[in-house]
């Protein structure tokens, strides 16, 4: 069986199952992670989204929940992990990208990620399943040229901090005393300040993942 071939065995398990979250015929499904972003392997899980007008009834969402953790585990014996379903209704989702495109968010640190993530690249980077009025499909329409807002904020933001921690006295100290302990967590904050810097120079959505170096190789910023 070909990947393509159990992807779409996957999706005829879930899909009518996610369906039922929504009240309306109005539903988006979403793919995301690394396998919307062209960076998986064979140890990558499928990720889902699922944006939608208005809610079914509680117990009937209590439900869902319930049937998919059971597909889950279904699709775990074969060796293939499927991460549940994100649901979101689409007023929820429009004033958070609002609120970027305007310059007032910032990066969250979600658990699955040291560095943070944020909803930007996450519309970018997904692949749109299912959206038949087109929101998913405006709302990646409106991220198709990256926020100057966002850049400024950003680079101003990590500059402060690579420029702050460059001349800190207790920096200084902590070099000479050795302090393997306090250097190794500041070093890897200031390799993600300048990662940062470098994605909004390059107009790239960072990717909160694993996948940070995969995209800079196309940049033409590199220094």
């Not at 079914?56 to 998919?68: G, I, K, P």
């Not at 499909?137 to 966002?150: D, F, I, Q, S, T």
Request: charged share 25%; aromatic share 16%; glycine share 4%.
């Amino acid at each position: 069986m070909t990947e393509k071939d159990y992807f779409d065995e996957i999706c005829g398990d879930f899909f009518p199952v996610f369906r039922k979250f929504s009240a309306t015929d109005q539903y988006s499904i979403t793919l995301h992670g690394s396998r919307s972003k062209g960076t998986s392997d064979h140890n990558s899980d499928f990720d889902f989204g699922f944006f939608y007008e208005e809610p079914a009834a509680l117990e009937t969402r209590r439900l869902v929940f319930q049937e998919v953790n059971v597909l889950c585990e279904k699709w775990k014996k074969r060796g293939i992990v499927v991460d549940g379903f994100f649901p979101r209704t689409y007023e929820e989702v429009d004033k958070l990208l609002d609120s970027w495109l305007s310059g007032k968010e910032d990066t969250i640190p979600y658990v699955w990620t040291i560095w943070g993530y944020h909803l930007l690249p996450e519309l970018y980077n997904l692949k749109i399943l299912v959206d038949p009025y087109g929101q998913v499909a405006r709302w990646k329409e409106k991220l198709a040229v990256y926020p100057p807002v966002l850049k400024k904020s950003i680079i101003d933001k990590h500059s402060f901090s690579l420029k702050y921690w460059r001349d800190d006295y207790h920096y200084q100290n902590k070099v000479k005393r050795k302090d393997v302990v306090f250097l190794a967590s500041l070093t890897a904050r200031l390799v993600h300040d300048i990662l940062q810097v470098l994605f909004a120079l390059n107009e790239c959505y960072y990717p909160g993942d694993g996948s940070n170096l995969n995209f800079t190789k196309a940049f033409s910023l590199k220094q």
